[in-house]
């Protein structure tokens, strides 16, 4: 760890400073294994007796880890709150990092490091609050969710989420601490992303009427998507509380032929819808493969085996709570603020909320700040993280 040589006066208590520094220390980039930190975290609390269920993905590479504080009458199943947060971090390459990625570094009024605030500090800093929670003995449970693969789909949460319901454990509510600015959000937007290929028909350049161009095509497509983002951003529908108030598509990667003299066989890219939740995101694709179809007859009159096609890569839905349930009121008290919010990235307060557990999100920093090179949250959100615990625990401590 990277101990600065004069640490600005910090509000944090350095449990939770340390706590933090040890959880970025492990580099959990989504593609890799997560394992490190969840042992690390397993060991943590069988230091205070409390037992950890791994569950983990197909290769045993990465793993969820769900934890229970019992209440003081024994109860460890009903009635308690989760607090949740994704332990994967998206990757640092090419990214001009000033300070090491994987070191949770002291700079000025910010702590600097890949998963500050995306969103390893929220699970951190609730860890850290296990010695307090157990001597003041606890009236409902409290669990600890953290889970692998939020990044690439909120994938390892599902196990999880199933996991809990086979073994009889019936949440009250879900905490995720996802970044808001520690607003309690009681919605998001869904997320769709989709992989489409057209193999086109190779041929000299020279030729071009004798080949199918995959990356024409595949431009075409990639128009008509931007088109459609134009439509939602021009005509709705609207949700002023989100701040991106509309429907958003947008393609993020295309990789298409080989040389300039060559007419390309094949065009892959990637695109994204990400809805309101009252949008019906298959409508959208349909869409756009409706438009795809309109381009087929002329690409079959030169090759019949040609063809478009889309493959799904991840799908959240979208989450609407409204915010009327004794989570959010929960929320509401233990952040101080009486407003709730609504974000446009998704999460996994779908999930939890789609099985049946109140779910809000709050969580320290922005979300302007994740996925960023020099990633960075501000102590004032990690102090601020740091009462809402506080409240929390008087909420549900005995004592
Ligand atoms: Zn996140």
């Not at 933090?20 to 943590?44: M, P």
């Not at 446009?344 to 099985?355: D, K, Q, T, V």
């Amino acid at each position: 760890m990277n101990a600065p040589a004069a640490s600005p006066p910090t509000p944090l208590q350095d449990a939770a400073l340390k706590m933090i520094r040890a959880l970025v220390g492990f580099d959990t980039t989504s593609r890799d294994s997560n394992l490190g930190l969840i042992h690390w975290v397993r060991d943590y609390l069988g230091g205070y007796g409390i037992v950890s269920q791994l569950t983990f993905d197909d290769d045993r590479r990465k793993a969820n880890l769900f934890a229970t504080l019992p209440a003081q009458d024994g109860n460890t199943t009903t009635n308690g709150v989760v607090l949740s947060g994704h332990t994967d971090v998206v990757p640092v390459d090419d990214q001009p990092w000033d300070t090491p990625p994987f070191e949770a570094t002291l700079e000025g009024n910010r702590l600097v490091g890949r998963g500050v605030t995306d969103m390893k500090s929220f699970s951190a800093i609730a860890l850290a609050q296990v010695p307090m929670l157990l001597r003041r003995g606890l009236r409902r449970p409290v669990h600890f969710a953290l889970s692998y693969d939020e990044e690439v789909g909120c994938i390892g949460v599902r196990r999880l989420i199933a996991d809990i319901a086979a073994r009889g454990i019936r949440p009250a509510g879900c905490i995720i601490g996802e970044p808001s600015g520690m607003r309690v959000v009681v919605a998001h937007k869904g997320k769709r992303s989709y992989r489409c290929h057209v193999r086109g028909h190779e041929a000299h350049s020279a030729l071009t009427v004798s080949g199918v161009n995959a990356v024409q095509v595949a431009s075409e497509i990639v128009s008509f998507l931007a088109q459609m983002a134009r439509r939602f951003r021009d005509r709705g529908p609207f949700d002023a509380a989100y701040e991106v108030p509309f429907t958003t598509v947008h393609t993020g990667v295309i990789r298409g032929g080989t040389a300039l003299n060559i007419v390309p066989r094949d065009c892959r890219f990637d695109f994204e819808f990400r809805h309101l939740p009252s949008e019906d995101p298959e409508a959208m694709l349909a869409e756009v493969k409706r438009f795809a179809a309109t381009l087929l007859p002329e690409m079959h009159a030169v090759d019949a085996s040609t063809y478009i096609e889309f493959d799904p890569l991840s799908a959240t839905p979208g989450f609407e709570s409204h915010g009327g349930n004794e989570i959010a009121e929960l929320g509401r008290r233990c952040s101080g603020s009486s407003d709730f919010g609504k974000v446009s990235f998704g999460s996994e307060a779908a999930l939890f909320h789609n099985a049946g557990v109140q779910t809000i999100i709050c969580g320290p920093g922005h979300i302007a700040q994740a996925h960023q090179p020099n990633e960075w949250v501000a102590l004032e959100q990690l102090a601020l993280c740091e009462a809402f615990m506080g409240r929390l625990a008087d909420q549900v401590c005995a004592t």
